[in-house]
């Protein structure tokens, strides 16, 4: 079997690597706020002011940093005003957008606020440009962050919140190259001038200003964005799916796949690193001190909806393929660190690639929500120089890297390698050479998330068939770590070493 080389500088570090690309993106669509998240207070499962605990309690153990809402497309349709007041007098309304249920908005700014408290995480919060006027999203930020005599302000606190949250984190629109108004980029860059122009900066609170940027590859976009907006931005977002077949009609199942669509999936989501590499690149050219971020506040899988649900729910079982997807695009994000400061996986609920999925009062954890718990380690740590011989899978005329690898130090010292073995259907050997350590005495645990076939996923009834174990195929010699990974398998080493 090949052995797979590199070298690992554990004294080189490469910038921080910011928690908030461990975020997560909740809109108003399918069961991802209603029944995954929001159940009311009168709910038989257990809630605290409405709000599931069990879904609070696993978003906490991975750490969550930052959600953003209402949508996605809903955001564009979304006026905040509807969302606010007692329940009963909210207005009712059709979720057009997504599978035409009622939305009664009993999810509103303060229940948001209220999640994001319970989490523990900061809020992002997208305004709507598509359909709303300036004075809906100034007044909206007024709401939210003024604590002076003002109506907005005075609004809040008939509504029961005295004093003004801290919200960082305003998006000025979604997606409006599409759903969000079908703009050309030069007519979203002069709105986007003029709409974040009011998201004032009130009582201290600082607002970070996210200009709503280029679908997958649309160069152009971000080149407009930039030459005509850049500086009134604080960043720019990028929104790339990965969809395993090529047409939106027939985009394959979440289960029940062959070789040809893993791979084609794996190949598919690798695109990330190109993509951002070339909206980097643009992104240098007019700001080369990077200033300006690149937030990717849409990622993950897509694929045909589960047969028997609402076609609009966006509803999609979740296997050992999805947690390959989510650790080889978060070792892209890693690398990328110092343009990409935040990234939001679609979504966190129910829906796309959702790090759990719900039934009434039962819920499980998905294989992707496994790899953002062993990957948390790397959040705010020191990004490592990492080269990797990545080898090669190859399928039919095509190849793709066998293993992709990320490594960190926190601010602890401890050292945290994460590898994703690509390969379906092989074990990888790797071995790497650890420079810039003194491995006296040093201490290595691991865990390691693999499928027993292909499609490995949890089930309500068998809610533990893909979990992380104990990881022991590692070993240390002469200043090399070697480990043996299974196939498909995400696996995450701590290494405690004296520098
Ligand atoms: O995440 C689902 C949808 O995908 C979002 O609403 C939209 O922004 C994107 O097209």
Not at 23 to 32: P, W
Not at 71 to 90: L, N, S, T, V
Not at 268 to 277: C, P, Q
Not at 457 to 472: A, C, G, I, K, L
Request: aromatic letters at 10%.
């Amino acid at each position: 079997m090949v052995t797979f080389k590199g070298v690992l500088n554990a004294d080189t570090g490469k910038g921080t690597i910011s928690r908030f690309i461990y975020g997560h993106f909740s809109e108003h669509l399918g069961r991802c706020i209603y029944e995954g998240i929001w159940v009311g207070e009168d709910s038989s499962i257990p809630n605290t002011n409405g709000i599931r605990n069990d879904v609070v309690k696993a978003l906490k153990q991975i750490k969550i940093p930052v959600l953003r809402w209402p949508g996605g497309c809903f955001a564009d349709e979304y006026h905040w005003k509807d969302g606010i007041g007692p329940k009963e007098g909210r207005k009712r309304m059709i979720n057009t957008h997504w599978g035409g249920v009622v939305e009664n908005n009993h999810f509103g700014t303060h229940e948001f606020m209220e999640l994001c408290a319970q989490l523990g995480c900061e809020p992002y919060i997208n305004g709507n440009v598509g359909s709303g006027t300036v004075q809906e999203m100034s007044e909206w930020v007024e709401y939210l962050t003024f604590g002076g005599v003002s109506p907005m302000a005075e609004l809040r606190v008939q509504n029961g919140h005295k004093e003004p949250w801290s919200v960082t984190y305003f998006g000025v629109g979604n997606e409006n190259w599409g759903c969000g108004g079908n703009m050309r980029p030069e007519y979203y860059a002069d709105l986007y001038r003029r709409y974040q122009t009011y998201v004032r900066n009130y009582d201290g609170n600082k607002i970070h200003r996210i200009a709503c940027g280029p679908n997958v590859d649309d160069y152009n976009w971000t080149e407009v964005l930039m030459r005509e907006a850049g500086p009134y931005m604080d960043s720019l977002t990028l929104h790339y799916y990965t969809v395993p077949n090529d047409g939106w009609q027939d985009k394959g199942p979440a289960t029940g796949f062959d070789e040809k669509a893993w791979f084609a999936t794996l190949k598919k989501a690798l695109r990330m690193d190109e993509l951002i590499t070339r909206h980097s690149t643009i992104m240098d050219k007019y700001d080369p001190q990077q200033r300006v971020g690149l937030i990717v506040d849409e990622w993950g899988t897509w694929y045909d909806v589960e047969p028997g649900t609402t076609p609009g729910f966006l509803y999609q079982q979740n296997t050992i393929r999805d947690a390959l997807v989510a650790g080889l695009t978060l070792n892209i994000f890693h690398k990328h660190s110092a343009r990409v400061r935040m990234a939001n996986i679609a979504q966190t609920v129910n829906v796309l690639q959702a790090v759990i999925l719900t039934e009434g009062e039962k819920m499980i954890l998905t294989p992707t929500y496994h790899v953002f718990d062993m990957y948390k380690v790397h959040q705010d740590a020191e990004l490592l120089e990492l080269s990797l011989d990545a080898g090669s899978y190859k399928l039919d005329d095509s190849d793709i890297p066998a293993v992709t690898a990320t490594a960190s130090r926190d601010a602890e010292g401890l050292i945290h390698i994460s590898f994703c073995n690509l390969q379906h259907h092989a074990e990888a050997r790797v071995a790497l050479d650890l420079r810039g350590l003194n491995l006296e005495g040093a201490a290595i645990t691991g865990s390691t998330l693999a499928g027993n076939k292909i499609d490995a996923h949890n089930t309500f009834e068998q809610p533990d068939s893909v979990v992380p174990r104990p990881y022991e195929g590692f070993g240390l010699e002469d200043g090399k770590l070697t480990v043996a990974l299974p196939a498909m398998s995400v696996t995450t080493l701590e290494l405690a070493a004296k520098a």
